[in-house]
């Protein structure tokens, strides 16, 4: 009886160098299928737990957006100082610094928020498509002439004692997205008002 095999006859030998390799099956013990069976479970096992953190990553992630959206937007005082940034184009003026008022606080504390949000798109932990969320906000508050003096003046002031500017992801940001001016970090007094001793 002659098979083919790719359109020509196949030899006998072939045949049975073929069936040698289904023969390894048969000399197996009970041992050696006991330990496929188990490769083979605890391949399925480590699949299914990668599916699982890898929802489970998902979720977390979800969960902090939902964090700092709900902080931004529902925060009343956060929104109410989202408000005046918005709609107050001129309040750093050369009084805000000769008190530190409740404004003062509450510009830093968002200031702050929206750096350390940059912070994080910075480092990777927050994805383009999470930042995107919250754009807008950190592209407004970069927007407002006030916001660029007031982080003009603190940059160029922790720059003359010689510290860490506080805000600089968020200058950072702005600068890289064209928002702020390129010339920012040049101590240029016709950029703002120098509002602080430096």
Known sequence: ????????????????????????????????????????????????????????????????????????????????????????????????????SGLGYQIDKLLSYFDFICY?????????????????EIDRACASPSVQAYLWNLYHFSNKIEAGCSFMYIIDYGIKENIIDREFKNNNENLFNKYMKF
């Not at 073929?18 to 480590?46: E, Q």
């Not at 979720?59 to 964090?67: C, G, K, N, P, S």
């Not at 994080?120 to 807008?136: D, G, P, Q, T």
């Open 120 to 136: 994080l798109h910075f480092i990777k932990n927050l994805k383009s498509n999470e930042f995107s969320v919250i754009r807008y």
């Open 1 to 100: 009886m002659n098979f083919l095999i790719h359109g020509e006859p196949a030899k006998k030998e072939n045949i049975m160098r073929g069936t040698d390799k289904l023969n390894i099956f048969i000399n197996w013990s009970i041992d050696n299928y006991l330990s496929l069976v188990l490769i083979i479970v605890m391949a399925i096992g480590s699949i299914f737990v990668l599916i699982q953190w890898n929802s489970s990553i998902k979720i977390r992630r979800t969960e902090f957006l939902d964090e700092i959206i709900n902080k931004l937007w529902f925060d009343e005082n956060m929104a109410k100082t989202m408000h005046i940034i918005d709609n107050n184009p001129s309040w750093y003026t050369e009084d805000f610094h000769k008190s530190y």
